[in-house]
């Protein structure tokens, strides 16, 4: 069973830019996640997709940051303009049903400068 | 509200056994365990679910206390490739939303 895809796997982007991440979660998972990981901390939830709907988006900074899951199944994180606080691992996950273990992607590891 | 993990970090022989300890202040409906190793992804270790059902690695061993908000995870006769970072992962039973806490890091020694 293929695992959860994400790309690109590194990003490096100038503050002011923009730049976008796309997930491919596992095949018949409804419930899709993308996590932000500064260094030294556990990930944090940036938004949860049921299907192609929005579950929670409390923690998305929605002045620079947006996400989409077309068709429920791949999705795509953006974030316009970039800052240096952004800096980060972004992770994706994928679970069959929500409240269920999750599965995580590579991961993209971005470098604001 | 994020849950308190304990200790910050470990270091161990092979062979020793360690506690992870996971505390909460909300009801919670489970209890998730995810081990990351450097500049990898966590991976899914066990879940834990109110009413007592678990699931997970065989190898692993972990329990979770409903009246006291608070799991420990059990790592026995410890090897090398239990090194990495252990986040354990909570769901209120209000929100449903799986909040992780800060990590304990494992460094296992030959």
């Known amino acids: 069973e293929a695992g959860v895809a994400q790309s690109p796997r590194y990003k490096i982007i100038e503050k002011r830019q923009s730049v976008a991440f796309w997930c491919n979660p596992i095949?018949?998972?409804?419930?899709l996640y993308w996590y932000q990981q500064i260094l030294g901390q556990g990930p944090k939830l940036l938004i949860q997709?049921?299907?192609?709907?929005?579950?929670?988006d409390s923690q998305l900074p929605k002045d620079r940051f947006s996400a989409e899951r077309l068709k429920g199944v791949d999705s795509t994180l953006k974030i316009q303009p970039a800052k240096l606080e952004d800096s980060a691992v972004y992770l994706c996950?994928?679970?069959?049903?929500?409240?269920?273990?999750?599965?995580f992607g590579p991961g993209t590891r971005l470098t604001v400068t | 509200q994020q849950p308190v993990q304990s200790p910050q970090a470990v270091i161990l022989r092979e062979g020793e056994d360690a506690v992870i300890n996971c505390s909460s202040s909300?009801?919670?409906?489970?209890v998730h365990w995810y081990r990351q190793k450097h500049g990898e992804a966590p991976v899914f270790l066990m879940i834990l679910l109110k009413g007592g059902e678990q699931k997970g690695h065989e190898k692993i061993s972990a329990s979770f206390n409903e009246k006291k908000q608070q799991s420990s995870l059990y790592l026995t006769a410890s090897q090398l490739s239990y090194s990495g970072t252990y986040f354990c992962g909570t769901v209120s039973s209000n929100t449903g939303k799986l909040i992780f806490g800060q990590g304990t890091t494992l460094q296992v020694k030959p």
């Open positions: 996950a994928s679970s069959y049903k929500s409240r269920d273990e999750q599965y």
């Open positions: 095949s018949g998972h409804a419930t």
């Open positions: 909300k009801a919670l409906y489970s």
């Open positions: 997709f049921q299907n192609n709907g929005v579950v929670d």
